[in-house]
């Protein structure tokens, strides 16, 4: 089936630093990438749709200066969380949409996900 | 009224249990369905994928739609301590694996040996 990674797992940051999470097809290519975030015991909420060479569409209520994305290779979508404050602590997953093969499912593939903790 | 309703849970049974999960949805346009399986602190793993109203099997994990009453179920077989995780329901309206996907909150189950 088809393979989604992110980098890192985990992230603990000070307030006002920024942090890049990256997110990686491993065995297919993306045309697009989807990044969701997740509070505890909450549904995914979609921030963000990036497609390869071109700018992200964000969902109503995500600030784009915030939450910059860059999908720059079919492979790879990277996030980054401008100057962090606690408030952006969350579980941050994206997804990939394809297939490794004809067996898969032409639908979205998840990445494991990011917990970023903001002090 | 949001467009795809789940009941949180969480639901408890016994190891060996028929399991019912179950989402309903507002949205007409809606022609695919999905179930996703996420354990604790990780992302969500595809389940099954379906389009027509009916069953469909793999396994222990039978997926059905009614699109008539806009109610969608998983149902699990012979449950196992390692079926314990939350299950996402998710539609869309395409076939596309492009096209947004919306999701019921998840209902967590919990299945004691």
């Known amino acids: 089936g088809a393979v989604v990674s992110q980098h890192p797992s985990r992230v603990i940051c000070k307030s006002g630093t920024s942090v890049k999470i990256e997110c990686r097809s491993l065995?297919?290519?993306?045309?697009?990438m989807f990044w969701y975030r997740q509070f505890p015991k909450k549904s995914l909420m979609l921030m963000a749709t990036?497609?390869?060479?071109?700018?992200?569409?964000?969902e109503q209520g995500v600030e784009k200066d915030k939450f910059l994305i860059n999908h720059a290779s079919l492979t790879l979508s990277t996030l980054t969380v401008t100057s962090a404050h606690p408030e952006d602590s969350s579980f941050y997953i994206c997804?990939?949409?394809?297939?490794?093969?004809?067996?898969?499912?032409?639908?979205?593939?998840f990445g494991p996900g990011t917990r970023l903790t903001v002090l | 009224q949001k467009e795809v309703e789940q009941d949180p849970g969480p639901l408890s049974v016994p190891e060996g249990a028929i399991v019912s999960l179950n989402c309903t949805y507002s949205?007409?346009?809606?022609?695919?369905f999905m179930w996703y399986r996420q354990y604790s602190r990780k992302g969500p793993e595809l389940l099954m994928y379906?389009?027509?109203?009916g069953n469909k099997e793999d396994g222990r994990f039978t997926a059905q739609v009614d699109k008539s009453s806009k109610y969608i179920s998983l149902f699990i077989r012979d449950s196992q301590p390692s079926d314990s995780a939350t299950y996402l329901c998710?539609?869309?309206?395409?076939?596309?694996?492009?096209?947004?996907?919306?999701f019921g909150k998840g209902t967590m189950l919990l299945v004691s040996p």
């Open positions: 997804s990939a949409s394809g297939r490794a093969s004809l067996s898969d499912t032409d639908t979205q593939y």
């Open positions: 065995d297919f290519q993306a045309t697009t």
């Open positions: 990036s497609n390869e060479g071109s700018k992200a569409t964000y």
């Open positions: 949205n007409s346009a809606f022609q695919y």
């Open positions: 379906t389009y027509s109203s």
């Open positions: 998710a539609m869309s309206v395409s076939s596309s694996g492009y096209s947004t996907l919306t």
